[in-house]
């Protein structure tokens, strides 16, 4: 996938993730930000065309990121998310699925936080 502009993000531990993946391609000279706030007015500033996404997820079920994700492809934003749920709908809507396989736990509504550090490897 070519692209002019990256933009890397996710949302609560994952949003973590998403800034550690910033800063190293920062440190490799190529200036990513790291935005919390997916929705297409945030990212209006951002985007051009050859524009890539990389989102980090655990489940890849957050029904407010699947409907922001949704808005995003009308503007041909390639979108590669890193999630433990090759099933997922995010998983399915993105152009490139990199997965992994972690057992999660759920305590409550929240997933265990460690479900998402083994993406620091891919």
């Not at 973590?16 to 990212?43: Q, Y």
């Not at 390639?78 to 997965?99: E, Q, R």
Request: charged residues 20%; contains cysteine; hydrophobic residues 40%.
């Amino acid at each position: 996938m070519n692209s002019h502009e990256v933009i890397c993000s996710g949302i609560g531990l994952s949003d973590a993730i998403a800034k550690f993946a910033a800063s190293l391609f920062n440190r490799k000279g190529k200036n990513v930000p790291c935005i919390v706030e997916t929705s297409v007015a945030v990212l209006g500033g951002c985007m051009i065309k050859m524009t890539v996404l990389f989102f980090f997820t655990v489940s890849g079920e957050t029904r407010e990121i699947i409907d922001r994700i949704k808005d995003l492809k009308k503007y041909d934003i390639k979108i590669i998310v890193i999630t433990n749920s090759a099933s997922s709908t995010f998983a399915k809507m993105s152009d490139l699925a990199l997965t992994y396989y972690m057992p999660s736990t759920k305590n409550g509504d929240f997933y265990s936080s460690a479900t998402q550090s083994c993406s620091l490897y891919h």
